[in-house]
């Protein structure tokens, strides 16, 4: 399954090219890393395996931990 490589749908990445992209949305909406974050290798591999897109991995866990996003702060 290939879709294309905006973040928001599935690419058939390797679980390293995926944390980055997550990292990478992280930094840009909430200013923090997956280490800031907290967020273990097995998390990251279970929604990976799911073949759950970076992007809807960042809203799930933005949500989930109702954070605020940077943006809000007029940044």
């Known amino acids: 399954m290939r879709k ?3 973040g928001w749908s599935w690419t058939e990445q390797s679980l390293k090219e995926w ?3 997550v990292d990478q949305r992280l930094r840009k909406v909430y ?3 997956i280490a800031d974050a907290g967020i273990d ?3 990251l591999k ?3 395996e799911e073949k759950e897109s970076p992007f809807d991995f960042v ?3 933005g ?3 109702d954070l605020d ?3 809000i702060f007029g940044v």
């Open 63 to 65: 949500n989930k931990y």
């Open 19 to 21: 944390r980055n992209v």
């Open 69 to 71: 996003p940077q943006s």
């Open 41 to 43: 290798d097995e998390l």
């Open 59 to 61: 809203q799930w866990f």
């Open 31 to 33: 200013a923090i890393s």
């Open 46 to 48: 279970s929604h990976w």
């Open 4 to 6: 294309s490589n905006d």
